[in-house]
């Protein structure tokens, strides 16, 4: 309503909402005080309201102007485009009431940030009850398409922004879920986070982020805490709180709703509250891709124990060699954590063994981008000498030289996936329902990492034993 969807009979409107009188002012101050800050801002605006002196502009003699109806002067309807601030410096603003004060602010700054507009304001400009705007803020599926439309129209002209704190307080219904989370990969949160506010945004909903340390002792308890106290309508777990049966045990003893972001193999029957993630098949297609090139000796850098997709990461690596018929080499196989360090610590063992890898799968980018300095460090030339693969597709992957080859992991739509599932969990009355709402909202339940080919992978060098003496002399 503020700018350029600002019109005369918004104005008017603004003013009656806003007018604020003192307890003894007569009623023909009233109208004075209501017609001045009418008129002052009509003038601001660029709409004339009738005749004006420089005199009756600056200063309280403005209280003199005689009031010419509105209507008479400019047509409702029309728009307004904000106020210079150098046009609304011509008025003596403190001599403004309330109303005129606050719509001075909003076309100074082409915004409504001044302005409280109630659902009550939405309900009338739409011309329906307050309830049903209720319902259409609330996304809920009975109200009329063409109704629908007509109150988002007004919410929209309006810039009406819900109280979600109020309506949390005011009804039994919570408008707010978490994402519960404990992994060191920033861009990894940052994707999430992401998702989740856009799914949140779309419905109404807020979001509340709670990182914890899963290792900690007190983390069951610190978890029913959360849900107590902060009246969650539902929980987004990630790895490794997402693949613990005792975190689903609490959850599920405290009745609240929750949705897994989950290794495909872990999903252990309760497919329901899960969006997977198939590492497997996607680390398949990895080790696949490294033996097209020709590559027999392939080190994979694990990641953490903790998390199940570093076991299907690794089960996706075995089977590829498995199908080509390549003795599975134990030693090539090393343990690790999902950061840079360890990468770089799993490539420096790796390069040094007797009969080192042609090509080294690691478990995440961040991981790849450790294993590519460490290769840079020894004078081993990517990919000639070494070829190197991640997994995720982070920025990580592109921010590298030469830039990694990986698997992409859509991470913000599978937040945005899982958070709309878990709020249409909290909003349905029972399974059934919540299943045919995740159906017509179009939630994909599974996601493959798709195969991203780039300049840190390549054919195994001619000569194995050529590419030997070159690790050995980087290596000194």
């Not at 495909?264 to 090139?293: K, P, R």
């Not at 478990?363 to 991640?390: K, W």
Request: contains cysteine; hydrophobic residues 40%; charged residues 20%.
């Amino acid at each position: 309503m503020i700018g350029d969807n600002l019109d005369s009979a918004s104005v008017i409107a603004l003013v009656h909402a806003n007018a604020v009188f003192g307890p003894f002012d007569s009623g023909s101050q009233r109208r004075q005080r209501y017609q001045i800050d009418r008129d002052r801002l009509c003038f601001a605006s660029g709409i004339q309201a009738g005749p004006y002196t420089s005199r009756d502009i600056r200063g309280p003699a403005s209280r003199k102007i005689k009031w010419q109806p509105f209507a008479g002067n400019i047509p409702q309807g029309t728009p307004i485009k904000p106020a210079q601030p150098q046009t609304l410096h011509r008025i003596n603003q403190s001599s403004l009431g309330p109303a005129g004060r606050l719509i001075a602010a909003a076309l100074t700054t082409g915004t409504n940030s001044a302005m409280k507009v109630t659902i009550s304001d939405v309900a009338a400009r739409a011309g329906v009850s307050i309830k049903t705007v209720s319902r259409v803020i609330n996304n809920e599926p009975s109200v009329r398409p063409a109704t629908r439309r007509k109150v988002m129209d007004s919410v929209e002209a309006l810039n009406y922004q819900p109280n979600l704190a109020a309506r949390n307080l005011a009804g039994t219904r919570s408008y707010t879920i978490a994402f519960i989370y404990d992994n060191p990969n920033a861009y990894y949160v940052i994707d999430m986070q992401n998702g989740i506010l856009d799914a949140c945004k779309a419905r109404g909903y807020e979001l509340l982020i709670h990182p914890s340390n899963f290792k900690s002792t007190q983390v069951y308890e610190e978890l029913r805490n959360l849900v107590e106290h902060s009246r969650v309508a539902g929980l987004v777990l990630t790895p490794p709180f997402s693949e613990q049966q005792q975190v689903i045990d609490t959850l599920q003893s405290l009745g609240v709703d929750y949705v897994r972001i989950i290794s495909t193999s872990a999903a252990g029957g309760d497919e329901e509250n899960c969006i997977m993630v198939d590492d497997s098949q996607a680390a398949f297609d990895l080790t696949q891709h490294l033996l097209q090139y020709g590559h027999r000796r392939i080190g994979f850098l694990c990641g953490g124990e903790e998390h199940v997709s570093t076991q299907g990461r690794l089960d996706g690596y075995k089977r590829a060699l498995q199908g080509a018929g390549i003795p599975l080499d134990e030693s090539l196989i090393l343990q690790g954590e999902y950061s840079f360090d360890s990468g770089v610590q799993g490539a420096k063992k790796l390069l040094h063994v007797d009969n080192p890898p042609s090509a080294i799968f690691a478990s995440n980018d961040e991981m790849a981008a450790g294993a590519l300095f460490a290769a840079r460090l020894m004078g081993i030339a990517i990919p000639e000498q070494l070829s190197i693969v991640g997994f995720e597709d982070s920025p990580f992957s592109r921010q590298t030289w030469p830039t990694l080859t990986t698997a992409h992991q859509p991470n913000n739509e599978i937040a945005k996936c899982a958070a709309a599932l878990v709020l249409s969990k909290a909003r349905s009355k029972g399974p059934a329902e919540s299943a045919a709402a995740s159906k017509g909202a179009g939630i994909v339940r599974k996601f493959t990492p798709s195969l991203v080919i780039r300049d840190s992978s390549g054919p195994a060098p001619q000569s194995l034993d050529l590419g030997q003496q070159s690790l050995v002399k980087g290596a000194r």
